[in-house]
């Protein structure tokens, strides 16, 4: 669910950046907010979308430090990360240990609860528009994928065509498209 479907068997270390940060560093939500928005403007720099199988680009910022009684300003910082990144066209997740947050489509699953603090960037995709939750991200993920809604390139997907109906009106937005979101 982090990376919007399931491609542990697509993945290869070519398509995995990371950086760790010291054990010393500080965990406060700023400091986080700064790394993760420093770190996914940069890793939607690299990304080249002509390239085969671009979606696969996944880039995880790691803090070992960090631990399940941090859980509120990861929480923090990652909703604070979410609309700066999305409206620029990438996706962003938090997890953490213990983190409780359920799956959409399994609420018994918790594909969060990791065993080390990390945040999760890539490329926004066309299956995310069931993650969107902000107005930025769902211009910019119009911007991307509206011109495939509006030629009904979205062939047997029509949970896909619904809920971008819906998000678009949730957020105010008409159906035309513009060109790709800024950097």
Not at 115 to 126: A, C, D, E, K, N
Request: neutral net charge.
């Amino acid at each position: 669910e982090m990376c919007g479907r399931d491609w542990s068997s697509d993945v290869c270390s070519s398509d995995l950046t990371i950086a760790v940060y010291p054990e010393s560093a500080e965990v406060s939500v700023d400091v986080l907010r700064r790394v993760v928005l420093r770190e996914g403007l940069a890793h939607r720099r690299r990304v080249n979308r002509s390239m085969s199988q671009w979606e696969l680009q996944t880039h995880l910022v790691v803090f070992p430090s960090g631990s399940s009684e941090d859980a509120s300003i990861f929480e923090r910082a990652w909703e604070g990360c979410l609309e700066p990144l999305n409206e620029r066209g990438t996706m962003v997740a938090v997890a953490y240990p213990g983190c409780a947050r359920p799956a959409l489509s399994s609420p018994h699953v918790f594909p969060f609860d990791a065993s080390v603090t990390l945040f999760v960037i890539r490329p926004m995709t066309l299956r995310d528009v069931v993650f969107i939750s902000n107005r930025g991200g769902m211009r910019s993920y119009r911007t991307l994928f509206g011109s495939r809604y509006a030629r009904g390139a979205i062939a047997g997907e029509s949970e896909l065509a619904t809920t971008y109906v819906q998000k678009l009106s949730q957020y105010g937005l008409d159906s035309s498209s513009g060109s790709h979101p800024s950097a």
